[in-house]
């Protein structure tokens, strides 16, 4: 029979080859799960040309293009971002068959489709017209006397956009901002709809220079709208907004906006 002392030694053998397996497994499986947490990943997004805050020419593509750049590398993650007309980039990333997971920049609304980021920067939505025929209004319905322009497939504010569907708010669609403001210029439309600091970049090339005088923001805003990314409302879509918005609690986004708006 075996003593109580050799059973003793023998049991603490045991108990020790099995702990030194036991720590080995859990080096392992930590080893595993960290390294899955930093391995990189690439975010595809689709835009727009929209400058100051998008645009393939643009410093950094833009000021929301080099905020999300910023936000994703924060967190181990790159991202690619492809231009197409507006239209189009919201079709790309609606699609199952995409390899694009959102859209940028958009503002938030109704949507069963995309789920958004927390908001990367405000801007002030409101009308461009000429100084010599200024827009007065008080409440938005009052906008019914004047033709708005719009750009196809743009959000603008629930009430225009409700009243438009309705009817009651005359107003052209086009493709660009740039489109409207030209119209507002040469007097085909009473006013377009525009966001403040886009208006400015519009008005400050070098081919508006002679007439930037003639158009002004009208003194009575819309709104103010905030930012985001648009995702896919699937699990990826989830994952990399979670991501994202951990991102942008690393990075200074005010400091991104003042260096590439104004």
Known sequence: MISG?????????IFASFY?????????????????????ETLYLASLHWPPFAGEQLKNQGACIAITKAALEAVGHTVVVDFFPWSRAVRMASRNDSKYLGYLPEYNYPTQKFVFSEPMGRSALGLVERKSHPISWIEQKD????????????????????????????FEAV??????????????????????HVLKYILSQPNMQQV????????????????????????????????????LTQINV?????EHID
């Open 5 to 13: 002392k050799r059973l003793l030694k023998k049991f603490r053998a």
């Open 254 to 258: 005010q400091a991104i906006l003042a």
């Open 175 to 196: 493709a660009s901002d740039v489109h409207n403001v030209n119209k507002v210029l040469t007097g085909r439309i009473d006013a377009a709809i525009i966001d403040e």
């Open 212 to 247: 930037k005088h003639k158009l002004q923001f009208n003194k009575k805003r819309l709104t103010y709208k905030e930012l985001f990314i648009a995702f896919k409302n699937n699990q990826q879509g989830h994952v990399w907004r979670e991501r994202f918005n951990q991102g």
């Open 20 to 40: 030194r397996r036991l720590v080995s497994v859990s080096l392992c499986l930590s080893f595993i799960l960290f390294s899955s947490n930093i391995h990189a």
């Open 143 to 170: 906008l019914n006397q004047y033709t708005i322009g719009v750009v196809q497939d743009y959000v603008n504010t629930a009430e225009i956009d409700a009243m438009m569907i309705k009817g009651s708010q005359p």
